[in-house]
């Protein structure tokens, strides 16, 4: 049977819109299931972090909604510290920092870590689950090949770290990929946060002197990485991330 050309693309584009609707509404209808799953990755992050579980375990959700019921996520204004009365869920740092009205400049003395703009609001997780109470910060930075997103965990009195972790990154594996090492990560867990000239928390080339109370040792041929790491916790913990809600939190509990 011979078709029109007309018809056939009258046929292909009835088609198109047809399945472009289905497609559509599909993404319409699991955006809800989407957007739960994705708290449910970050609740876990968060818990891994803080050290209330540890990498390998499983975390159902029963045992995360157990768990968050003694960590408090909030947000604050970066550059005042202060709480903002918003849900924690509805605000996403990272979209909000490409919108010029929801966001500043980095400053010049920060622009190592690659991150152009900064977001007016920023989420916090206080963690007080008795004997394990820290404060999760979350952050990110460039590194060689991309940006790396992870979760910095610090005991309440801003004293030393508790954990480390990075959870999305294109690092070349084997090299700066291993910034997901828990071998590495473990270096972390203790070292100091601030000294007398400001953030001390850093991490220095890999077999380069350094401060064994602040400072790491970075990643071997990962030298761009490392660099990318260090600058990032600079940028978070400095007066241009969450510097003025650590010093409240710290004065004020």
Request: net charge negative; proline share 5%.
């Amino acid at each position: 049977m011979d078709f029109s050309i007309k018809y056939v693309l009258g046929f292909a584009l009835v088609l198109c819109i047809v399945c472009s609707a289905l497609v559509s509404s599909t993404a319409v209808a699991l955006k809800e299931r989407q957007d739960a799953n994705k708290e449910l990755d970050q609740r876990r992050q968060v818990i891994r972090v803080a050290g209330l579980a540890l990498a390998g375990d499983a975390l159902p959700k029963e045992t995360v909604d157990t768990l968050f019921e003694n960590i408090q996520g909030r947000v604050i204004d970066r550059e005042t510290g202060d709480y903002l009365d918003v849900p924690v869920a509805s605000v996403n740092p990272i979209k909000e920092s490409k919108d010029p009205a929801m966001s500043a400049s980095t400053p010049s003395e920060f622009k190592a870590a690659q991150v152009s703009r900064l977001s007016n609001r920023l989420q916090v997780f206080e963690v007080k689950t008795p004997g394990k109470e820290c404060l999760v910060l979350p952050i990110h930075g460039k590194g060689l090949w991309s940006t790396m997103y992870g979760y910095l965990a610090l005991k309440n009195d801003l004293s030393e770290v508790v954990g480390i972790t990075f959870y999305a990154h294109g690092e070349t594996p084997g090299l700066g990929g291993e910034i997901d090492n828990p071998s590495w990560k473990d270096q972390f867990p203790g070292r100091g946060v601030y000294g007398a000239d400001g953030v001390g928390l850093g991490v220095v080339k890999a077999s380069a002197p350094r401060d064994k109370d602040y400072e790491v040792d970075g990643l071997s041929g990962a030298t761009i990485t490392t660099k990318g790491v260090d600058a990032t916790i600079k940028l978070w913990l400095g007066p241009a991330g969450y510097g003025p809600y650590l010093e409240q939190f710290k004065t004020q509990g």
